[in-house]
């Protein structure tokens, strides 16, 4: 390298050291002459700050962002003029001077679509946009709005383009006026010609495509494909389902994809325990549960349940079910049961009952209800009246309204149950206890109403609200005829089925924290109140009370289910006297 060459260099590394290194700063920005938007307006769109070093063109890129964005607002007549000011140490103050001017407005909207079908939608929608500032925002929602509708009627890659936009004044009233040509591309209808499903290695195919209510070649719709995952949660045979994917095949063919994950659906659940004999000559006895639940047998959506019970040495529940889906492959559910209790050394209860659930639509189903239910006192009580030996005919209907996104950890909708049941008792028995009296036969009529509330309040923070009522209407209540009151899946902090009456309430209100798609953690408080009205032929005295509970809980999925405990405490009771309540939510 010759000497001259050399002190090149150094001037080049110097120049360029000092120009840096003394590089003007903005210090301040100042804004003047806005109007209609604020500050914080301007200082967004100018995209600078304070600190920002001085370079060659950047007022003309201000002045462009800003005219811009005031054109997105309507403001075409805008102008914007600006100054730098050098203050010492090397920092400068920008004054941005800004002349809003006056909006343009839509005059006319025209349509040049291609399909005259369309016309009457298409202008019951652009026509309210006519005398209303030219904003950029206002356009797309409107534009989005009508390629929505295109979309659920098979047009899924239609597009709208503006083809011009016409600028005028208004000559009488100097008002700035525009018509706007628009031009709507249907390009081709498309239809759902094939079903591609990924990961179904148990659930039959045609499971999963009745539960999206899509019909083959059915026209493209994307409100029904974006409904699919709520659908198919629903079922509860996979974990959260995505979205679909559409698209053409080689062949020119609509196919929807469908990827799940399954998961596991039967689950056997059960313990037993030995309680040894409390006193000398008494006997020892078997306490536990067992629950075997099957809900989707080979694949089919078929399902069964199995429930034992034995809550102490005199108490014990069985319970069997069965539900046939889809019956002939319509959209009626067939449901078969039977249940029984014995209650102490007071009565045994037996019900047989079936109903058929007929699915109107994705959210709305109606059911009619039939049952037979025969309740017998135990032997060792003839001598005193307990209940009566009955016989009674159910029938009823329940309306269901579900609008969850889930059905273990919802995020957002509700759940809406509406039932009322009519029975006809006829009284057997006991004979002692019959006399010329006594009604033998009693018509009883019951109302119960269910309604849960979600929304998601902030990301993974769920508001859940629950209200739920029952009445009881006739002239005489068997304590077997009562609703049951208190626990896990009523009012938590309280023992199971503690209180009875022909007329509870109860509320729940949770705040849930999600630890994963379908476990969480939760606060709650609960309310309840029951009512057992007077009875003064059999010395019953009204009973009624309002209670309260609450607490803190853990709800996990698990592979026998979602699997929820809590602890709660009752009105007035002290830590020590919590309750821990354990559930399983594998529904049938």
């Not at 890659?157 to 600028?167: D, L, N, Q, R």
């Not at 596991?264 to 037993?272: H, K, Q, R």
Request: glycine fraction near 8%; charged fraction near 25%; proline fraction near 2%.
């Amino acid at each position: 390298m010759t000497p001259l060459q050399l002190i090149k260099n150094i001037s080049v590394i110097i120049f360029l050291f000092f120009s840096t290194g003394f590089a003007q700063k903005l210090t301040s920005i100042e804004l003047t002459g806005n109007v209609e938007f604020g500050e914080s307006y301007y200082r967004n769109w100018a995209d600078v700050k304070s600190g920002t070093q001085i370079f060659r063109g950047i007022e003309d890129s201000i002045k462009n962002r800003i005219i811009k964005e005031l054109g997105n607002k309507g403001f075409y007549n805008c102008g914007i003029s600006s100054e730098i000011f050098n203050l010492d140490s090397g920092t400068v103050s920008l004054n941005i001077n800004i002349k809003e001017g006056t909006p343009t407005y839509i005059n006319k909207i025209f349509s040049l679509e291609s399909d005259s079908s369309d016309k009457d939608f298409i202008e019951s929608r652009i026509q309210f946009l006519e005398n209303k500032v030219l904003d950029k925002d206002q356009l797309e929602s409107t534009f989005s709005e009508l390629l929505d509708y295109y979309e659920n009627i098979g047009n899924p890659f239609a597009f709208v383009k503006i083809e011009s936009i016409y600028f005028f004044k208004d000559s009488t009233e100097e008002t700035n006026l525009a018509d706007v040509y628009l031009s709507f591309v249907k390009e081709y209808s498309s239809r759902i010609d094939k079903f591609s499903l990924l990961g179904n290695s148990k659930t039959k195919d045609y499971v999963i495509i009745r539960n999206t209510r899509i019909n083959p070649f059915e026209n493209y719709s994307q409100d029904k494909i974006e409904r699919v995952p709520k659908l198919l949660n629903r079922l509860r045979f996979f974990e959260p389902v995505s979205k679909p994917v559409y698209y053409l095949n080689s062949k020119n063919e609509g196919v929807l994809e469908i990827s799940v994950s399954e998961k596991e659906t039967n689950s056997f659940d059960g313990i037993v325990g030995y309680v040894p004999p409390s006193a000398k000559g008494a006997d020892g006895f078997f306490t536990g549960f067992v629950n075997i639940n099957l809900r989707n047998l080979f694949g089919t959506e078929r399902s069964a349940l199995f429930k034992w019970q034995k809550e102490n040495q005199n108490s014990q529940e069985l319970e069997i079910k069965y539900q046939e889906p889809w019956f002939l492959n319509y959209p009626f559910n067939i449901q078969l049961g039977l249940f029984q209790r014995k209650q102490d050394t007071t009565y045994v209860q037996r019900r047989f009952n079936g109903a058929i659930e007929f699915l109107a639509t994705e959210e709305i189903s109606a059911s009619l209800l039939g049952s037979v239910e025969t309740t017998i006192p135990s032997e060792s009580e003839t001598s005193q009246f307990s209940v009566y030996n009955s016989t009674s005919f159910i029938t009823g209907v329940n309306l269901k309204f579900d609008s969850r996104d889930d059905v273990y950890a919802p995020t957002e909708g509700m759940l809406f149950i509406n039932g009322y049941r009519f029975s006809s008792k006829t009284i057997n028995g006991p004979e002692k206890f019959i006399d010329n009296n006594t009604k033998t036969k009693i018509s009883l009529q019951s109302f119960e109403v269910d309604f849960n509330y979600f929304q998601e309040l902030l990301a993974r923070q769920i508001i859940a609200i629950g209200l739920h009522g029952r009445e009881l209407q006739g002239k005489l209540f068997e304590i077997s005829d009562l609703f049951k009151l208190g626990g896990t899946n009523s009012l938590r902090g309280y023992k199971e089925n503690q209180f009875l009456g022909n007329r509870i309430f109860f509320s729940n209100l949770e705040y849930r924290y999600l630890l994963s798609n379908r476990s969480y953690g939760f606060l709650f408080f609960d309310s309840g109140y029951y009512l057992r009205n007077q009875d003064k032929d059999r010395a019953i005295n009204k009973l009624e009370a309002f209670k309260l509970g609450y607490g803190l809980g853990l709800s996990l999925e698990t592979g026998l289910g979602v699997m929820t405990v809590s602890f709660a405490l009752g009105q007035g009771d002290s830590f020590s006297e919590g309750k821990i309540h354990f559930g399983l939510m594998n529904e049938f």
